[in-house]
């Protein structure tokens, strides 16, 4: 056995162990800290143009959009999703292992996972393109990845609704039950809150009215924590997990 900095029990220790529960909240504390930080130093140093409205109508809070797209905002919500992503890709695919080992000989529930991880890259994918181009920049291309963003996080929560409620059938663990339930109560917030951001955002822009676009971008807000809340809930599904990089055994690499 080799002896020294390159012994074998050296190699084989792990470079880096993390708890899953440290991970995830890692992972979300990143885009909720920017978005808050964004909003609060738009309404602070930026709030004539944050909350400008086309028909020039009183408004007191700035869209998601508008806190976004202005310095320093740009730079500190860019740098909170980039270092979100790579770990969001990740979970991805280990929530797509873990119902593959759930459900390997359930066929729908394995075509549903397959729905499911799509969709989350989906999300993911929607949300950087959303974030690196700005409203201010290419509209229409911040548009069409906040659509993607929007559907595809409501088609992976209500798949993955539907998974857990399998799971929750024929498993009795307490905090896969806990992870159902909250999974089921924040896809119904949320898809609750898109109607209603989707209402006022129609009505703001046909009638012009004051304090429509303010509650608008109030459950805009709500729609974005709740999706933030529902991943959080990987906190119950892999909370005795760990995530490791190691060096893999000797009989073991392909």
């Known amino acids: 056995m080799l002896q020294g900095p390159y012994g074998s029990l050296d190699r084989d220790r792990p470079l880096v162990r993390l708890h ?6 890692g992972t979300v504390l990143l885009p909720l800290s920017g978005l808050i930080a964004c909003l609060l130093i738009s309404l602070m140093y930026h709030f004539e143009d944050a909350t400008y409205t086309h028909c020039h109508v009183s408004n007191y809070l700035p869209s998601i959009s ?32 873990f119902y593959r080992s759930r459900f390997a000989n359930r066929l729908p529930e394995l075509l549903l996972s397959g729905l499911a991880l799509l969709c989350s890259l989906a999300e993911n994918t929607g949300l950087l393109l959303l974030t690196y181009v700005s409203s201010t920049e290419t509209y229409s291309v911040h548009k069409n990845g906040f659509i993607v963003f929007i559907v595809s996080s409501l088609l992976h929560m209500l798949f993955t609704c539907k998974l857990w409620q399998v799971i929750r059938r024929h498993y009795v663990n307490p905090e896969e039950m806990t992870s159902y339930r909250w999974k089921l109560r924040l896809f119904l917030f949320n898809i609750s809150c898109c109607v209603v951001a989707a209402y006022f955002f129609r009505r703001h822009n046909k009638f012009c009215e004051a304090g429509v676009y303010t509650l608008f971008a109030f459950f805009e807000y709500l729609v974005v924590f709740s999706n933030m809340a529902f991943h959080m809930t990987a906190f119950w599904d892999f909370g005795s997990k760990e995530v490791i990089v190691a060096t893999p055994p000797e009989d073991k690499r392909y």
């Open 66 to 97: 508008a806190a976004i797209s202005r310095v320093p905002e740009r730079y500190i919500w860019r740098g909170c999703i980039g270092l979100h992503s790579a770990p969001r890709y990740l979970v991805s695919a280990a929530y797509f292992s």
């Open 20 to 25: 899953f529960t440290s991970f995830a909240v």
